[in-house]
């Protein structure tokens, strides 16, 4: 029953702002992506987890999910960046900086899969007597997560890094701040 209810308090106010007359689960969905930053990526993302019994929670849970697979990915690029990228015998300044710059990028998008999923898990168990504080915390932990993407670009830009992977990295990182932004939406 506290399920049940808590789930209708969080329905009820996104159901009304996502939707005005969402007949099918498409109308649900074109209706609740129609305000997101993204709302192309939006509905392109979301399309396949529409069902007859989908709720805006489910929309938040699978952007959410479509943002974390998205980091994922980013982090394993990385990750495997800075390994292609061996420390040479005898190191310059300006490689290090290259280095530190690349492996703090690790770092920060290590952080931000540890934090949409914190989001994720948060989303799925959600409770009536904190309910306010979880949704507060899922908003906190994705809005942190887009803004360790941007720490990530930035150092890459003071530090230096090899041009090359800058650009890939920056376009990589924008991939997932815009799905990171809708799944931020649907969580707001």
């Known amino acids: ?4 209810t808590l789930l209708l308090l969080f329905i ?6 996502f939707s005005t007359a969402a007949k099918t689960p498409q109308d649900l969905l074109r209706s609740s ?4 930053r ?3 990526l939006c509905v392109q993302t979301l399309t ?35 390994k292609s990228q061996a420390k040479p015998a005898v190191e310059s300044t300006t490689s290090n900086r290259k280095r ?18 914190q989001t ?23 809005s942190t997560a887009i803004t360790n993407g941007n720490l990530c670009v930035n150092g890459l830009n003071r530090k230096g890094a090899e ?11 924008k991939d997932v701040s815009m799905f990171t932004s809708n799944a931020l939406y649907f969580i707001s």
């Open 1 to 4: 029953m506290q399920t049940l």
């Open 12 to 17: 009820s106010p996104l159901f009304l702002r």
């Open 33 to 36: 992506c129609a305000q997101a």
């Open 38 to 40: 993204y709302p192309t």
């Open 48 to 82: 396949n987890q529409v069902t007859p019994t989908t709720k805006p929670l489910d929309l938040a849970q699978a952007a959410v999910k479509a943002s974390l697979t998205r980091t994922l990915t980013l982090s394993v690029y990385l990750k495997n960046t800075l």
């Open 100 to 117: 530190v710059a690349l492996n703090d990028c690790v770092a920060q998008i290590t952080d931000s899969v540890s934090e949409l999923n």
């Open 120 to 142: 994720l898990n948060e989303l799925k168990h959600l409770h009536m007597g904190t309910f306010e504080w979880q949704i507060s915390n899922a908003q906190t932990w994705a």
């Open 163 to 173: 041009e090359k992977v800058k650009m890939e990295v920056k376009r990589r990182v």
